[in-house]
């Protein structure tokens, strides 16, 4: 198992920044941490679940949505089990609950995700 848990949501005007993490812990199958690629996600209400932003198990590629390309940041720390997305130059269009998720695929399909923590809300506003 793998538990994930989100953090540093909160509400923000156009134009600023936050840092979501999320920390990892369990028995991840008997797999060790960097098994495992890490992404993040967001959702609206009524509106299916988007891939943010992932991340391979050494760390060494990244993969980002076309619409935050160039403004979020996706990092790992293997050491302390935490997978970090770092948001800049925020939009209304950013708010939604986002999610960080655990796979042993380096993929942007959900289905390939099998671990998903409980969410943060992220709500840009003036």
């Known amino acids: 198992q793998v538990q994930l848990v989100e953090s540093g949501g909160g509400s923000v005007q156009p134009g600023g920044s936050l840092r979501l993490s999320c920390t990892a812990s369990g028995s991840f199958d008997g797999h060790s941490f960097d098994y495992y690629a890490l992404s993040w996600w967001r959702q609206d209400p009524g509106k299916a679940r988007e891939f943010v932003a992932a991340?391979?198990?050494?760390?060494?590629?990244?993969y980002y949505a076309d619409s935050v390309k160039g403004r979020f940041t996706i990092s790992r720390d293997n050491a302390l089990h935490t997978v970090d997305l770092e948001m800049d130059n925020l939009e209304p269009e950013d708010t939604a609950v986002y999610y960080c998720?655990?796979?042993?695929?380096?993929?942007?399909?959900?289905?390939?995700?099998?671990?998903w923590g409980q969410g943060t809300q992220v709500t840009v506003s003036s």
């Open positions: 998720a655990a796979g042993p695929a380096f993929t942007r399909r959900p289905d390939l995700y099998g671990f």
């Open positions: 991340a391979s198990g050494g760390g060494g590629l990244t």
